[in-house]
């Protein structure tokens, strides 16, 4: 394996890092306290800069206006911009529209193409994935209670949405809703492209996430569907596909997330230091004189790397032997990246005793905002029983020998 970049990449994110630390670092006390609409003018100035310079959408292919770089490379893109919550918006690879634009490039007609897929590469407008439910777990997506239903021409949907990030100010939705209720569970949902301007698309409100209900790209919001009618032409990919095609995203999009929280493991860590050397703790010393604080670096750092090894060598497995080789390190490095980035924030926050409290540093943020990661993209929990289900398989079908043995174990 070769994690190696090329000297192309290698000034790219020298590039990236620097733009990073110059022009949206110095943004980010106005995201901290000020409505996202407001500083927007800002941030499409930065956007706007990133085009000029060729930096636009470093994961999207070449023939929609972005980089084109592989997933390795762009792993690595991912990690630079994650040291700021502002970082994959201003580079044009946030989520929820990459995915939308990778699952629109894969599987959209033509048309659907021309009218979503262009101006989102171009980010022109903005789109949300809305699957998850009130109601019904979102752990098990199976248990939908959305439905599609077809009425001529239209296809005709009801449900209660949650936490459909970025629906606010969002030109469409992906809905997933069950449209064959009859097929086996993994074949009865579709994705269905849904204008938010429809009638009976309504935006209840954006949901506060630890004290903050945000706005326009920086919220989440629940919706109603409610005889919500698009035409029949708004179904993505194949009818009763939409857990298939969510699944195929799931390798590289596990890779870009992963990658930016070891974006802001890096951030809190340098914050940690910089604290650790210049706060005064005693006459003549500082914090970092401290053996704690000193073991709080040293086993943030090693975490980091030990996460960061990890999640790079997926990435190169699912570049060179496809997704499907490496389901087990897509599990793992959901729950252990998730892990090491809340008890790497929580010790520089710890570091940073009252200050750390404040919005007067991005740690707060990142504790308030960051701790969904273990929630989204399947609850931590999800990930290791699938895990330990496959580490088990083969042993399960030699219980029997094994019972039948001498019972010795070796
Ligand atoms: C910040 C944020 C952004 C999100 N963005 C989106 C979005 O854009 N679009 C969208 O559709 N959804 C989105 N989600 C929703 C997210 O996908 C769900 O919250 C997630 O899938 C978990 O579903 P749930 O909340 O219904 O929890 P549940 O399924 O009710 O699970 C609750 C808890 O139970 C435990 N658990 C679950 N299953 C098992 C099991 N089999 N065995 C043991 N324990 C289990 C886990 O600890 C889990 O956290 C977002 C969520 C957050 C927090």
Known sequence: MDFSVGEETRVV????????????????TAFLTKPFREIEPEVERLRAKVRQMGLWAPAQPAELGGMGLPLTDFALVSEVLGQSPLGHYVFGCHAPDAGNIEILHEHGTPEQRRRWLEPLARGEIRSCFSMTEVELPGSNPT?????AVLDGDSWVINGQKWYTTAADGAAFAIVMAVTDPEAPPHERASMIIVPTDTPGFDLVRNIAVMGHAGDGWF???????????????????????????????LGPGRIHHTMRWLGVCRRALDLMCKRAVTRPIAPGQVLADREIVQAWIAESAAEIEAARALTLQTAWRIEHEGWRAVRQEISMIKFVVANVMQRVVDRALQLFGGLGMTDDTILAFFHRHERAARIYDGADEVHKLSLARRILKPY?????ELKEGNRVFR
């Open 219 to 249: 919220s989440h919001a629940e919706i109603l569907y409610h005889s919500c009618r698009v035409p029949r032409e708004n179904l993505l990919g194949p009818r009763g596909a939409g857990f298939r095609i969510a699944q195929e995203r």
């Open 396 to 400: 399960r079908a030699v219980a029997e």
């Open 13 to 28: 994110l020298e590039l990236m890092e620097r733009f990073v630390r110059d022009e949206i670092v110095p943004l980010e």
């Open 143 to 147: 248990m939908m209670d959305t439905t």
